[in-house]
T-cell receptor, first 113, second 114 residues
Framework: KAGVTQTPRYLIKTRGQQVTLSCSPI?????VSWYQQTPGQGLQFLFE???????NKGNFPGRFSGRQFSNSRSEMNVSTLELGDSALYLC????????????FGPGTRLTVT | DQQVKQNSPSLSVQEGRISILNCDYT??????FLWYKKYPAEGPTFLIS?????DKNEDGRFTVFLNKSAKHLSLHIVPSQPGDSAVYFC?????????????FGTGTRLTIIP
């Protein structure tokens, strides 16, 4: 099976802009979770989508949003970018039906200048 | 509040010896635990997991031990190999269907010295 893919791999934006990141899960997986990784904070949970519905949400401001499509592909959007949003954004997929192992993509490195 | 803690940011071990990575948690609702390994510029790779109904799970060179009363788990790698050099994250879940959120520790950088 193909793994989790994320596009783009690298992105440079300026403050105030908005950005959309994309994630394609492993075939057959219905759950997609998004995480932010920064050097001091480790991996922080953003949100999880299952069958096109947001099922879980972390403690991030409303500038961070996402959606999931009927083919389980997911997008994450960050509006009004701040310097502190510079991070590695990881998505992970799982079956969503009780298997707790999540499989991660390579991440999108976002730099905000 | 850091619910999953990895108190050692780094660890160096001689090749061939045992590597022991530790993790503590505070949330008693966690009942499923996972270890991930991460190389630079790659996403975390799932290594091994353990349910709270067990105290040990083994997979090849990797063994995870869980001490529920102490809210502590550890990952043992025997024997350690140069390719094991990476950042290791422990993660925890409440294990309920519908709760796919993983809470991660901040990671331990393991360096295997040839």
């Amino acid at each position: 099976k193909a793994g989790v893919t994320q596009t783009p791999r690298y992105l440079i934006k300026t403050r105030g802009q908005q950005v959309t990141l994309s994630c394609s899960p492993i075939s057959g997986h219905r759950s997609v979770s998004w995480y932010q990784q920064t050097p001091g904070q480790g991996l922080q949970f953003l949100f999880e989508y299952f069958s096109e519905t947001q099922r879980n949400k972390g403690n991030f401001p409303g500038r961070f949003s996402g959606r999931q499509f009927s083919n389980s592909r997911s997008e994450m959007n960050v509006s009004t970018l701040e310097l502190g949003d510079s991070a590695l954004y990881l998505c992970a997929s799982s079956s969503g039906t009780g298997s707790y192992e999540q499989y991660f993509g390579p991440g999108t490195r976002l730099t905000v200048t | 509040d850091q619910q999953v803690k990895q108190n050692s940011p780094s660890l160096s071990v001689q090749e061939g010896r045992i590597s022991i990575l530790n993790c503590d948690y505070t949330n008693s609702m966690f009942d499923y635990f996972l270890w991930y390994k991460k190389y630079p510029a790659e996403g975390p790779t799932f290594l091994i997991s353990i349910s709270s109904i067990k105290d040990k799970n083994e997979d090849g060179r990797f063994t995870v031990f869980l001490n529920k009363s102490a809210k502590h788990l550890s990952l043992h790698i025997v024997p350690s190999q140069p390719g094991d050099s990476a950042v290791y994250f422990c993660a925890a879940s409440s294990g309920n269907f519908g709760n796919e959120k993983l809470t991660f520790g901040t990671g331990t950088r393991l360096t295997i010295i040839p």
